[in-house]
T-cell receptor, first 113, second 112 residues
């Protein structure tokens, strides 16, 4: 089955700096890669996603890159703000065109003002 | 449009008991997945139901089971509870593969 590894487990950055979180996946058939943000005491919510036919996607301060050959994808947050502090999860589909999602173990991001 | 609803929000059970959790997906969503969230382990996949059939299953013991009804509502059951089953149980619904999964608020289960 699919296995998703996520690094680092914790990340502290100064406000205004960039943050990068990296994930690798094992199933070459996976074709959908979302990122979720979970604030303390709240449910995970989708912040950005990418499909296997795209190499990069941006949405304001957030971007995701995908390298299918190496089977890894990354989340980039620029100009970080205190409200970006949360746990971020990467995920990959269990095979091609098939829910459900398999998640990484999460990265706790702390943005220091 | 109502979101994913999970009930109850909190549960305290004793070792050896069983528990049933409920998840009502977004209207029109036919896929419901269940996850166990514990500190340091992230979101571990339990199982997925689609049109009343279990379509995928994670690596959990047989004490964990589930079902889905014709209205797409889903329940999960844990029998013979152990202390290690204490966790936040999240369900997520989606309309088809490769699209956003919407999470419920979760059920916080504490086993004492």
């Amino acid at each position: 089955g699919e296995n998703v590894e996520q690094h680092p487990s914790t990340l502290s950055v100064q406000e205004g700096d960039s943050a990068v979180i990296k994930c690798t996946y094992s199933d070459s058939a996976s074709n959908y890669f979302p990122w979720y943000k979970q604030e303390l005491g709240k449910r995970p919510q989708l912040i950005i996603d990418i499909r296997s036919n795209v190499g990069e996607k941006k949405d304001q301060r957030i971007a995701v890159t995908l390298n299918k050959t190496a089977k890894h994808f990354s989340l980039h947050i620029t100009e970080t703000q205190p409200e970006d502090s949360a746990v971020y999860f990467c995920a990959a589909t269990l095979g091609r065109g098939n829910t459900p999602l398999v998640f990484g173990k999460g990265t706790r991001l702390s943005v220091i003002a | 449009k109502a979101g994913v609803t999970q009930t109850p929000r909190y549960l305290i059970k004793t070792r050896g008991q069983q528990v049933t959790l409920s998840c009502s997906p977004i209207s029109g969503h036919r896929s419901v997945s269940w996850y166990q969230q514990t500190p340091g382990q992230g979101l571990q996949f339990l199982f997925e139901y689609f049109s009343e059939t279990q379509r995928n299953k994670g690596n959990f013991p047989g004490r964990f089971s589930g079902r889905q009804f014709s209205n797409s509502r889903s329940e999960m059951n844990v029998s013979t509870l152990e202390l290690g089953d204490s966790a936040l149980y999240l369900c997520a619904s989606s309309s088809r593969g490769q699209t956003e999964a919407f999470f419920g608020q979760g059920t916080r289960l504490t086993v004492v």
